[in-house]
C-alpha cells in the first residue's frame, strides 16, 4: 500500500561509481520530483517531470539525469559520484490541475540515504 | 523567487507544554504555505497547509497554523505537546499555480518528560 515508493533504502558507494536510485508511485499522479537533503537536513529540489516530461531542472550538475519511463516512475542516475553527492535523495509525487481540489500536495518516500566513500 | 525563514533550529520543550514554531516567508506574488514534519529515519509527511480561504489551519493531531499576511508568516502551535512530537519541523512555500516546494531550514523540537 505504499504510495512513493522508492529503492534502494541506503547506498553506499566509492567515488567515482555510478548508481541509480528508483522512485515508484502509485498514487495515479501526473508530476514526480527528486529533491536532496544534505547532512544540515537542508531539502533542496533537483527535478520535477510532469507526464514524463522535465519542467524543472535546478542548477545539477549533468553527472544528475533524472529519467522517467512511464508517469508513475521517476528514476535518478548519478555518473562518477563524488563525495559531495553523499546525502538523503527524496522522491515525491503530486497531482497539478486546476482547481484547489488537487490540493497542491506532495507525497513523499521514504528516502534513499547514499554514502559515497 | 520565494524564500523560507526559520529561526529556531531547535525548540527543546516538556510534554504537555505550549510550543510554537515560527516560520517567515519572502515572495513577491501569492504563495501557498505548507508544514512538513519528519521523524527519525523517515520521509516528509504533511503536517498542514495553507491554500485560500480561512487563515488558520488544522491538522489532525492537534496543531495549528494561522497565515499572517502583513507578517509574512505561518507560525506553527500545538497547545499541549506529547513525546511523540519529538521530530524535525519544515516549514515550506511554494508559488500559486507552480509545483516547486521551497523549504526552509527545519526546526527540531525536542519533548522532554
Known amino acids: 500500500d505504499t504510495a512513493v515508493s522508492q529503492t534502494p533504502k541506503y547506498l553506499v558507494t566509492q567515488m567515482g561509481n555510478d548508481k541509480s536510485i528508483k522512485c515508484e508511485q502509485n498514487?495515479?499522479?501526473?508530476?514526480m520530483y527528486w529533491y536532496k537533503q544534505d547532512s544540515k537536513k537542508f531539502l533542496k529540489i533537483m527535478f520535477s517531470y510532469n507526464n514524463k516530461e522535465l519542467i524543472i531542472n535546478e542548477t545539477v550538475p549533468n553527472r544528475f539525469s533524472p529519467k522517467s519511463p512511464d508517469k508513475a516512475h521517476l528514476n535518478l542516475h548519478i555518473n562518477s559520484l563524488e563525495l559531495g553527492d553523499s546525502a538523503v535523495y527524496f522522491c515525491?509525487?503530486?497531482?497539478?490541475?486546476?482547481?484547489?481540489?488537487?490540493?497542491?500536495?506532495?507525497?513523499f518516500g521514504p528516502g534513499t540515504r547514499l554514502l559515497v566513500l | 523567487a520565494q524564500s523560507v525563514t526559520q529561526l529556531d533550529s531547535q525548540v527543546p520543550v516538556f510534554e504537555e507544554a505550549p510550543v510554537e514554531l515560527r516560520c517567515n516567508y519572502s515572495s513577491s506574488v501569492s504563495v501557498y504555505l505548507f508544514w512538513y514534519v519528519q521523524y527519525p529515519n523517515q520521509g516528509l509527511q504533511l503536517l498542514l497547509k495553507?491554500?485560500?480561504?480561512?487563515?488558520l489551519v488544522e491538522s489532525i493531531n492537534g496543531f495549528e497554523a494561522e497565515f499572517n499576511k502583513s507578517q509574512t508568516s505561518f507560525h506553527l502551535r500545538k497547545p499541549s505537546v506529547h513525546i511523540s512530537d519529538t521530530a524535525e519541523y519544515f516549514c515550506?512555500?511554494?508559488?500559486?499555480?507552480?509545483?516547486?516546494?521551497?523549504f526552509g531550514t527545519g526546526t527540531r523540537l525536542l519533548v522532554s518528560p
Open positions: 515525491a509525487s503530486s497531482q497539478t490541475g486546476p482547481g484547489t481540489e488537487y490540493q497542491e500536495t506532495q507525497y
Open positions: 498514487l495515479g499522479h501526473d508530476t
Open positions: 495553507y491554500l485560500s480561504g480561512s487563515t
Open positions: 515550506a512555500v511554494s508559488r500559486t499555480g507552480f509545483q516547486k516546494l521551497v
